[in-house]
């Protein structure tokens, strides 16, 4: 039988996470799979670690840190798999994880890609996420984050997966398009489940497919990294992906949202990241509004099936979850 599956592992400087995270992988109870390490110009040694202790992996080395989604793009343009996972290298594996993910794509043909349910490393019996949501107020959200390890327990129809452990049908991925590479990194993966969603293809969220996260072990939550590309990010997601005909419904909600984070993260020293972030966000208007164009052309869904998936979310709520988060 030909190998089903590519299993991505995007690296920086992630020298000290791979052992456990490949190791996870060596004991997966699914064996139809090969893995490929990007690595996005790591100065720890992180590659010459690799070849000689884990020879398995076929390794892409990048020359500078390409940032998460051209780095993806390098190993997801040459993958000609059935599937192609995406598994970060602070995750680890559950050894039925990844035969739970293709189980489930071969069990649902009307899902183009698949979610997990990615619990706390630290604290296995809190959620990391089960996979993402998008809210009407155009933003991205963690579904379940912090809930208890023993919910969020069925298999159901989610609006997105989380790069950091999904599976993708590759078919989906020729259709819908791979990682916006002007993203550089955050929000990527929301923009690909959206684009998804807008050609047609859904989302399974798959409760009994479970990796163990290192929640920020890269990009610190509210870092000035994370403020800045998540921020100007989110921008683009909204205008690249939400249809016209919901436009009014989501509008003043996001213009709200935006001006209650605005006042967040002047509070955790970051007011001059956001607004760099909403600046650039501006000055990429243009070229965003010529890939919307592309994207709303293509459309498959009709506005009444976006709307039912995405979340209604209180200003309240979202700053209780951004404190927990950032705890």
Known sequence: MDTQVNVIILNWNGKRLLPECLIGLRQQVYRSFYITLVD???????????????PEVRIIALPENLGFSAASNAALEISRTKYVALLNNDAVSHPMWLNKMVEALENFPGAGFAASKMLSYYNPKIIDRAGDAYTRAGTGLLRGHARP???????????????GA????????????????DFFLIYEDV???????????????????????????????????????????????????????????????????????????????????????KRDAIKGFKRTLQKRRRIQADKKVDDKYIWTMLEKETIFHRLTRRIVISQ
């Open 191 to 277: 923009d690909l489940s959206f684009r998804a969603q807008l050609k047609g293809y859904k989302c399974l969220y798959v409760p009994e497919a479970i990796v163990y996260h290192r929640g920020s072990s890269t990009i610190v939550y509210d870092s000035p990294t994370s403020v800045y590309y998540g921020h100007r990010n989110l921008e683009w997601v909204y205008i690249k992906n939400m249809p016209a005909g919901l436009v009014l419904r989501t509008i003043f909600p996001h213009i709200i949202y935006n001006i209650a984070a605005f006042l967040f993260f002047i509070t955790r020293g970051r007011g001059r990241d956001f607004l760099r972030a």
């Open 40 to 54: 996005n110009g790591s100065s720890d040694g992180s590659v010459d670690f690799v070849a000689q202790n884990y």
């Open 149 to 163: 390890a023993d919910s969020y327990n069925s298999i159901e129809w989610i609006f997105g997966a989380c790069a």
């Open 166 to 181: 999904s599976l993708y049908r590759t078919e989906m991925l020729d259709d819908a398009g791979i990682f916006d590479k």
